[in-house]
């Protein structure tokens, strides 16, 4: 895990997404952290929000918040779960936004802003811009982790999804979508299927066709000042499109400013 940090570092990263799980032994993490220079951006957890007893959330929700901030991370990304069949969604909908609510009051005492993102499943209440409209509406302090890339999957434009969702944007997820089918696993267990049944792969940022240097030079026209996460689970070549991210990120915010 070093040496990736120090690579990481070198091509001009500087903290990271963090599983909670993952920061378990926190102590030990957190000293890799500072020898390579990173620290950790947003810590992200699992929730279930929507079936689980409120005295098991707001568990999981104290140790989310509690770590990030032993951290130093200022912002948490709560994923809050699932409709399932026969789930009255508008029911759903309600228990979440008081769920959030809780999670956003307990935040508010470390300092930390949670957070939602555009989540690439159908059966999240936050897949699209209507259902994230919906929370950010219902909870004061909820923000909004601009996924660039998981609008592609509800088939939406994710320029027209910043601008609906502007006012809420705290963190940005820079994830990129082709359409190549040689960027996919020798078994394809790296593609992902749209709501339209169309593959599409993981690639670098700016290699793909969402529009990743449009949406950038908007978020900084807008006088977006937040952290910038390249994101590409399932790469075929993580360290190269880590490395061509990079690149590309670091020239896009050199012709802004």
């Known amino acids: 895990m070093e040496r990736m940090l120090r690579e990481a570092h070198e091509m001009g990263y500087s903290g990271l997404e963090c599983d909670l799980w993952r920061l378990s032994d926190r102590a030990a993490v957190k000293r890799v952290f500072d020898d390579c220079g990173m620290r950790a951006a947003s810590v992200y957890n699992m929730y279930d929000l929507l079936h689980d007893d409120p005295q098991t959330s707001r568990e999981k929700m104290f140790r989310n918040l509690e770590t990030a901030a032993y951290f130093g991370a200022d912002k948490v990304l709560a994923i809050p779960g699932f409709f399932t069949p026969g789930d009255d969604r508008e029911a759903g909908y309600a ?31 936050c897949c699209d811009t209507a259902g994230l409209a919906r929370l950010m509406e219902a ?69 793909g066709y969402v529009g990743a240097e449009r949406l950038v030079k908007r978020l900084l026209a807008l006088g977006y000042a937040g952290d910038f996460s390249v994101e590409h689970f ?20 050199s012709e802004v400013k």
């Open 139 to 207: 909870v004061p302090g909820l923000g909004f982790t601009f996924d660039t890339g998981n609008f592609a999957y509800v088939l939406e434009d994710a320029g027209e999804a910043l601008e609906r969702l502007r006012p809420y944007i705290r963190h940005v997820h820079l994830k990129d979508r082709s359409l190549d089918a040689s960027r996919a696993f020798q078994d394809g267990s790296n593609a992902k299927a749209d709501l339209s049944g169309k593959l599409m792969y993981p690639c670098e940022t700016g290699g």
């Open 95 to 125: 228990k979440l936004a008081e769920q959030l609510s809780v999670m956003c009051g307990l935040a508010e005492e470390y300092g930390i802003t949670v957070t939602l993102e555009d989540f690439d499943d159908e059966n999240s209440p």
């Open 234 to 253: 399932g790469a075929a070549d993580q360290t190269e499109y880590m490395r061509r991210s990079a690149e590309n990120v670091k020239r896009w915010i």
